[in-house]
């Protein structure tokens, strides 16, 4: 019998903040993932990356690549087979660092199917934010899952302690896993 390998799931924390609440909350979503099975489950850290604002002289679709925190940003996202990104509301919409980060890569996305989970400190979850990202994800050809999961009230949430998820949160993020995964075994339309 053949095993069939892990998918190489990336969790990214897309907000820069040094007091962001994607970190304990991106630390929960990994948790979750290592548990469900399925997935060899790589944490990555938007902050790590320091991207300056977009500053390749080349489109990225050229795949020339000048500077090496591109070429950094570059094989991370290409080791990826499928990705969550864990995402905070601002003002209304997603934040500008992460939309710098996406426009940063281009064939890294082509093809990926992702994961959405997003967070804001009052009740819409940051919902209007990843229902804002979507269309943009499929503009650099990923495939986005049709559930996701967003977080309310996220500033009583988080504490030293990490992040206490809400009952029934596992629950919503394994659907996400789940769609993920088969979205990564369905042959892919050229
Ligand atoms: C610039 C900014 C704008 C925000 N706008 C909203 C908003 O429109 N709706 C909301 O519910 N929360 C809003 N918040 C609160 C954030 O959702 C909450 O503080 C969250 O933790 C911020 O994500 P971060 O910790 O990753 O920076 C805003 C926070 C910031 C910093």
């Known amino acids: 019998m053949t095993l ?3 998918l190489r799931l990336h969790v990214v924390s897309a907000s820069v903040r040094p007091t962001s609440a994607a970190r304990p909350v991106a630390g929960w979503v990994a948790g979750r993932a290592r548990e469900h099975g399925g997935f060899d489950v790589t944490p990555v850290d938007l902050a790590d990356l320091a ?3 977009l500053d390749e002289p080349e489109y990225a679709s050229s795949g020339i690549y000048a500077h090496p925190h591109t070429r950094a940003w570059s094989a991370l996202a290409d080791s990826a087979d499928a ?6 509301m601002y003002n209304g919409g997603f934040t500008a660092p992460f939309k710098n980060a996406i426009d940063f890569l281009h064939a890294e996305w082509r093809g990926k199917p992702v994961g959405l989970v997003s967070y804001s400190a009052g009740g819409t979850g940051g919902a209007p934010a990843a229902r804002m990202l979507r269309p943009v994800l499929e503009a650099v050809g990923m ?12 500033d009583g949430l988080v504490s030293a302690e990490g992040f206490r998820a809400p009952g029934g949160l596992a629950g919503e993020l394994a659907r996400v ?12 339309s050229a």
């Open 83 to 88: 990705f969550l990104f864990v995402l905070p």
């Open 143 to 154: 495939v986005p899952a049709e559930s996701s999961v967003a977080v309310p009230g996220i």
């Open 51 to 53: 991207l300056p604002f």
């Open 177 to 188: 896993l789940d769609e993920v995964a088969a979205l990564a075994k369905a042959p892919v």
């Open 4 to 6: 069939r390998p892990h």
